[in-house]
């Protein structure tokens, strides 16, 4: 069993930037990010896969949000940068299960997630 742990999360101003991290209990596949606002679904916000040559993004935050990961360190990161209050949600790192990165942007294409952490942008 995968553990994802999320960390980073907080409070910052519409303009502002923060930097989630998530840590894998093990090596594992490619990877992705989701957000959850109160109210609506889980949304795809970004993906990377294993070699890190291919990432994605949601057309909500392509320009704004990178994602990057650290294989050495079994860990994945979302810089977001120029946070909007619409941004506002739980965001949850998840384990693809493939190395292809085969529907990415689905949340059934992923085996494993982690406990989600708050991000909160005030106007």
């Known amino acids: 069993q995968v553990q994802l742990v999320e960390s980073g999360g907080g409070l910052v101003q519409a303009g502002g930037s923060l930097k989630l991290s998530c840590a894998a209990s093990?090596?594992?596949?490619?990877m992705g990010w989701f957000r959850q606002a109160p109210g609506k679904e889980r949304e795809f916000v970004a993906a990377i896969s294993w070699s890190g040559s291919r990432t994605y993004y949601a057309d909500s935050v392509k320009g704004r949000f990178t994602i990057s990961g650290d294989n050495a360190k079994k860990s994945v990161y979302l810089q977001m940068d120029s946070l909007k209050p619409e941004d506002t949600a739980v965001y949850y790192c998840a384990a693809h299960r493939t190395v292809g990165l085969i529907d990415y942007g689905s949340r059934l294409a992923y085996a494993y997630w982690g406990q989600g952490t708050q991000v909160t942008v005030s106007s």
């Open positions: 093990e090596r594992i596949f490619s």
